[in-house]
């Protein structure tokens, strides 16, 4: 069953229309079938009533014969019932009727055919008989009829068409609301607008408005609290971190310090979650810049030199790529300007760089590159890892997914939540694809949108 408002309005008011132009439409047939009728009775009385005018005196036999003989356009015949001595009964196989008929209107029954007939006895005691064929009545009853309906023909097509086009432009600012609020981003939870909605509509949309404005409330708490929670967290763990560095300087026994050892990368890993955490808390604030002349000109006054950010981030992991014996290094030459805050895009671009390097296998290779074009500019992180398998590429954004691949990585899970905040929040566009480097490698596009007028910060 379609549960389409429209369909059904629509439907409804067509089915009415069609059911009162068919009513309407019967009544006219009805009355036009009669109306013919009732026309072509009087037009026999007329015919009669004028002959009778025309016979003011006696009648020779010669004029009985001419008029009996009339046929007006093969549809009407004009017969005296009381023929005079030596006037023959038929003329040219026109019909005979018989003296007894009455005065008046009534219907004959003739050599298997169907005869409408007026007679009329005038003062002289001549009868007079005008009669039609019922056949040809009827026909010209039908041809009149038909006309009439016509019009309501026309309706029956062309109204529900009409209400169709009329509903469908009713429904036209429900539409325009629902594909606005589908092109938004899953974190933008700005009221809708209401401006130029019926009625009827404003309710349920101020109740939207009302449920979104309880879940970013919702959201911002959560992500305080998960800030907050990670803020506290730091201080106790960097206190256990610098009492199990001390108690390692200690002198014990190799398997207490074997087990030292493993708290100690424990504590280390749990302090890069709760550094994880805060970042992706603080990605997540806000919503992502607006399209426009204002969009572009705050994203004017935050151009980031991306070469300078890549850079940067490769020294800061170079010490990492060593100790896994990982080939880590920049291709691109020239620079590139993007328009992001400069911390976010510097978290963005560890987080990716830290990413691969965790899940290239040692002697693998990690390459950074990024290109402008007329429609923006795109950062590229190839690697020679396993990759992500096709049905996993959806669900590796989400914070704390990890791909169970039977390696030892020590992700968290946090560092492509992190990515995508970071992107949708700068308008820009994370896919995958094939690395070059290897069968397996993996390729991350962040594209960037093109700034006008993009300049760096002196």
């Known amino acids: 069953m379609n549960t389409s408002l429209q369909y059904r309005l629509s439907a409804s008011i067509a089915l009415a229309v069609v059911l009162m132009a068919g009513t309407a439409a019967l009544f006219t047939l009805i009355a036009s079938w009669n109306d ?21 005196g006696p009648v020779t036999l ?23 001595p030596g006037e023959p009964e038929a003329y040219d196989g026109l019909p005979v009727f018989a003296t007894p008929l009455l005065d008046g209107l009534q219907t004959v029954e003739l050599d298997q055919d169907s005869w409408r007939v007026f007679v009329r006895t005038d003062g002289n005691g001549v009868r007079l008989a005008v009669a039609q064929q019922t056949r040809v009545r009827n026909a010209v009853a039908i041809n009149n009829a038909v006309r009439a309906l016509i019009p309501f023909a026309l ?23 629902a594909a606005e609020a589908g092109a938004r981003a899953h974190d933008d939870l700005r009221q809708l607008d209401a401006a130029g909605l019926p009625d009827e509509v404003q309710p349920l949309v101020a109740e939207i408005n009302r449920l979104l404005t309880r879940v970013n409330a919702a959201m911002q708490a959560q992500r305080r ?31 207490a310090r074997r087990r030292m050892q493993t708290l100690a990368a424990g504590l280390q890993r ?8 805060l970042a992706l808390a603080r990605s997540q604030q806000g919503a992502p810049e607006a399209a426009g002349a204002a969009g572009a000109g705050a994203a004017a006054a935050m151009a980031v030199s991306l070469q300078q950010v890549v850079r940067a981030v490769i020294e800061d992991l170079y010490p990492l790529a060593e100790q896994r014996a990982i080939d880590l290094g920049v291709l691109s030459g020239d620079d590139a300007l993007v328009a992001a805050p400069p911390l976010a895009l510097t978290m963005l671009v560890k987080n990716l760089v830290d990413n691969a390097l965790r899940y290239t296998p040692p002697g693998g290779r990690v390459d950074v590159s990024f290109r402008s074009h007329d429609g923006g500019v795109e950062l590229i992180v190839d690697d020679s890892g396993p990759g992500i398998p096709q ?8 914070a704390f997914y990890r791909i169970l691949d039977g390696s030892e990585n020590t992700g968290s899970g946090l560092g492509l939540a992190i990515v995508k905040a970071v992107a949708d929040k700068a308008g820009a566009a994370v896919r995958f694809d094939q690395a070059p480097l290897s069968a397996t490698g993996l390729r991350v596009i962040v594209a960037f949108p093109a700034v006008a007028g993009a300049r760096p910060p002196a």
């Open 36 to 56: 013919a009728h009732i026309a072509q009775d009087k037009q026999l009385r007329q015919i009669a009533h004028l002959i009778g005018r025309l016979q003011t």
């Open 270 to 277: 749990t302090r890069a979650m709760l550094d994880q955490l």
């Open 155 to 177: 309706l029956a097509a062309l109204l529900p068409l009409l209400v169709h086009w009329l509903i469908r432009k009713l429904f036209g600012p429900l539409r325009v609301l």
């Open 391 to 398: 049905p996993e590429r959806e669900r590796v954004f989400d």
């Open 225 to 255: 609290f998960v800030a907050d929670a990670a803020h506290e967290l730091r201080s106790p763990l960097t206190a256990m971190s610098l009492q199990t560095e001390r108690l390692a300087a200690a002198d014990m026994p190799d398997e």
């Open 62 to 84: 010669a004029a009985r014969q001419k008029i009996s003989g009339i046929t007006l356009d093969e549809r009407i015949v004009v017969r005296f019932l009381n023929p005079t």
